[in-house]
């Protein structure tokens, strides 16, 4: 996917996909929200089974 932005003449410029992220992506994003997910489900377990006590 190609990106464009203006330069200072006001002629488009493109830009690949990689260069518009600025930035390296670490997959570590996935597992982070995965483990977070995992761990809200499981306190709220804990919480509705000892509120339904």
């Keep these: 996917m190609v990106f464009e ?3 200072t003449d006001e002629r ?3 830009v690949t996909t ?3 992220r600025a930035g ?3 997959h570590m994003t ?3 929200l995965g483990i977070g997910l ?3 489900v499981v306190l709220f377990a ?3 089974g000892v509120a339904a006590r």
Excluded: S
């Design 5 to 7: 932005r203006m330069t």
């Design 12 to 14: 488009p410029e493109q």
């Design 18 to 20: 990689t260069e518009a």
């Design 24 to 26: 390296y992506t670490p």
């Design 30 to 32: 996935r597992y982070v």
């Design 38 to 40: 995992v761990l809200v």
């Design 46 to 48: 804990i919480i509705f």
